[in-house]
């Protein structure tokens, strides 16, 4: 079993996450090699709360330019993770 914090990278804090929490449903950055099992794994030994439902959704990196040359920003993972009603992850 992976390192928890190797797989939760961070807490998404964005407009869509924040208006999603009243459904109590929370956005993580995690690694691209995570599946669905080892989140909800991480999230309930870390937040010591109970995950009811996982969703995952690969982000693709931007093509982004430097002067001249071309480049690409990495690709990324992020997961939905759904909590049991009553759980509640408290974020500052």
Partial sequence: ????YEVLK??????????MRPQNKY???VAKCANKIEIKNAVESVYKV???KVN???????????????G???DWKK?????KSGDK????
Avoid: C, H
């Avoid at 992850?89 to 500052?92: F, G, L, P, R």
């Fill in 27 to 29: 956005l993580f950055w």
């Fill in 1 to 4: 079993m992976k390192n928890p």
């Fill in 10 to 19: 961070s807490v998404l804090q964005t407009e869509k996450g924040s208006m």
């Fill in 89 to 92: 992850i408290d974020i500052a």
């Fill in 79 to 83: 997961a939905v993770v759904e909590l």
């Fill in 50 to 52: 109970t995950v009811e």
């Fill in 56 to 70: 995952t959704e690969m982000a693709r990196g931007k093509n982004k330019r430097v002067r001249y040359i071309m």
């Fill in 72 to 74: 690409k920003t990495p």
